[in-house]
């Protein structure tokens, strides 16, 4: 079982998408744990301010250090140590399958969505252990990465998907891209299921599959493999 604890100035945004699918089922099962934490419930004051101008006169407002370091130790103290304190930033390194894989090995994870133009550095050097970034752009702020990392996560647990293999032969797992997916009717407006997928040839299917996963980076991800030019470069 892993849990995740989640502080947000904007707990609403994030409820709904835990509700339904496999995360919901994930938690219904007792398999993954999500709370989530309103930021504002340890802002000081009647008016729980969460945040503040930035020195230095750059626009924006940045997330105030007193409600932070609060919830964050509120939480550790009540739970116990984390084994990873994440802010989702663009500033972060990318998240990938590989760290997927590796976080999903973990117990506990506390995520803090930050919002607005950025958090005060001292959470970052005091409390953060890992900055995790979605991709090279710029969102709102940290609730949707926030939820993708958890996805990513918590498919990874065993138990979570009812096909234990299917995690396994998903895209990026082995550094390539997934092959071609097809279902019934085996004929649909002209367009047929390859014959070899019908056949029954179990060794052919793999090897078709294979095929088709590598043609498919090659083509669309060619980063992924490092040696494609060369191989290009070879091929007939």
Known sequence: MIRFDLVTALPDLVRSPLEHSILKRAQDKGLVEV??????DWAPGKHRQIDDIPYGGMGGMVLKPEPLFACVEALTEAHGPYDEVIFLTPDGETLDQ?????????????????????????VRDVLVTR??????????????PALILIDAIARLVPGVLGDAG?????????????????????????????????????GAILAWREEQRLDRTRTRRPDLLPDADAAGEESP
């Open 98 to 122: 590989p760290m997927a894989n590796q976080l999903s090995l973990t117990g506990r994870l506390l995520l803090i969505a930050g919002h607005y133009k950025n958090i005060d550095q001292r």
């Open 35 to 40: 709370a989530v934490h309103d930021l504002r």
């Open 166 to 202: 299917s995690a396994l032969s998903d895209s990026f797992q082995d550094g390539l891209l997934d092959a071609p997916s097809y279902t019934r009717p085996a004929s649909f407006r002209g367009l047929d299921v390859p014959d070899v997928l019908r056949s029954g040839d179990h």
């Open 131 to 144: 900055e995790i970034s979605v991709g090279d752009f710029v969102l709102s702020g940290g609730e949707l």
